[in-house]
């Protein structure tokens, strides 16, 4: 397993834009595939975003397509999740995790994922 460690959430006006990070520990960072999961209180576990070990391939949950892009920088072992256009829906804690392989679900299943971070929250305020 890698640790991973999340950063940069906090409180942002709805409309407003925030971007969090998740840095990985190992070296290796490179083979492993990355998403971004949250949960809301009172709510379970969702996929918010996910990206290919070779940063080739994106994918977005319906309900953020078009407002979050995760983009990952390999040389520091980072992924990011840029996060636009922010409505009080999605505030919630937000978890990094990494998958050494692709299997289980797909990259929209949280089985698939291996290592998980500790969670950074986010606040949407109206």
């Known amino acids: 397993q890698v640790q991973l460690v999340e950063s940069g959430g906090g409180l942002v006006q709805a409309g407003g834009s925030l971007r969090i990070s998740c840095t990985a520990s190992?070296?290796?960072?490179?083979?492993?595939?990355m998403g971004w999961f949250r949960q809301a209180p009172g709510k379970g576990r969702e996929f918010v975003a996910a990206?290919?070990?070779?940063?080739?391939?994106?994918y977005y949950a319906v309900s953020v397509k078009g407002r979050f892009t995760i983009a990952r920088d390999n040389a520091m072992n980072t992924v990011y999740l840029q996060m636009n256009h922010l409505n009080t829906e999605d505030t919630a804690v937000y978890y990094c995790?990494?998958?050494?392989?692709?299997?289980?679900?797909?990259?929209?299943?949280?089985?698939?994922?291996?290592?998980w971070g500790q969670g950074t929250q986010v606040t949407v305020s109206s």
């Open positions: 995790a990494a998958a050494v392989r692709v299997g289980g679900g797909g990259y929209y299943s949280d089985s698939m994922y291996d290592s």
């Open positions: 990206v290919s070990a070779s940063g080739s391939g994106t």
């Open positions: 190992e070296r290796t960072f490179r083979p492993y595939a």
